[in-house]
């Protein structure tokens, strides 16, 4: 079944704007990775939290994470035409083999 | 730095077809090595994982094998090919004691 599940599947944004997508998740985890996928392409690595953060930055990106509620959010600042993809949160509840589950993405379409 | 191949990128086979895909990272060593297969407009599903020579582990029942002949190469086949194995496959690989996965490029692969 799947760890993730990210909210909305689909956003649509103007330029400049901000774009918050939220991800679910329904056992306890080690970390909680964001990750980017422009079509038909690889994923992306885009910032980890572990569960003991709260919130992290990285440059116009913004992870928070809540244990209690089980979900993270992802913010992008400031947005461009450039961040449209789709972007997937991936669960790892640890062990050595790290494995992730991941959700079913949100596809962030940002117009110029 | 390191990198990691997949090939082909794109593949039509018939029904009952055998198939062979092919990863192989460069740049580490003794790295964990994954296979997910993404359904269009889906998620990623963890289909094999390897955290080294020889050792592969299945994450579910279905008509593909993966193998790991050498520490940087990964391989996932079938005998004979569905219609429902058409999909995406993406090769990740993590350092074996790291958290992040880093993708290759995919392969896309259209059983008719």
């Known amino acids: 079944s799947q760890q993730g599940e990210e909210d909305p599947q689909a956003l649509s944004i103007q330029e400049g704007e901000n774009a918050t997508m939220n991800c679910s998740y329904k056992?306890?985890?080690?970390?909680l990775q964001w990750y980017r996928q422009n079509s038909g392409r690889g994923l992306v690595h885009l910032i980890l939290?572990?569960?003991?953060?709260r919130e992290k930055h990285s440059g116009r990106l913004r992870v928070t994470l809540d244990t209690s509620k089980k979900s993270s959010s992802l913010l992008i600042t400031a947005s461009r035409a450039a961040d449209t993809a789709s972007y997937f949160c991936a669960a790892n509840s640890g062990g050595s083999n790290y494995k992730l589950t991941f959700g079913k993405g949100t596809l962030l379409t940002v117009n110029p | 730095s390191q990198t990691i191949h997949q090939w082909p990128a794109t593949l039509v086979q018939p029904v009952g077809s055998p198939l062979s895909l092919e990863c192989t990272v460069e740049?580490?060593?003794?790295?964990?090595l994954y296979w997910y297969r993404q359904a269009a407009g889906r998620g990623l599903q963890l289909l094999f994982y390897s955290v080294g020579i020889g050792q592969i582990s299945s994450e579910v029942p279905q008509n593909l094998s993966a193998s790991r002949p050498q520490d940087r190469q990964f391989i996932l086949s079938s005998k004979k090919l569905l219609l429902s194995d058409s999909g995406f496959y993406l090769c990740?690989?993590?350092w074996g004691g790291g958290e992040t996965q880093y993708f290759g490029p995919g392969t896309r692969l259209l059983v008719l």
């Open positions: 056992t306890s985890i080690n970390n």
């Open positions: 740049g580490t060593s003794n790295p964990n």
């Open positions: 990740a690989w993590s």
């Open positions: 939290i572990r569960s003991n953060e």
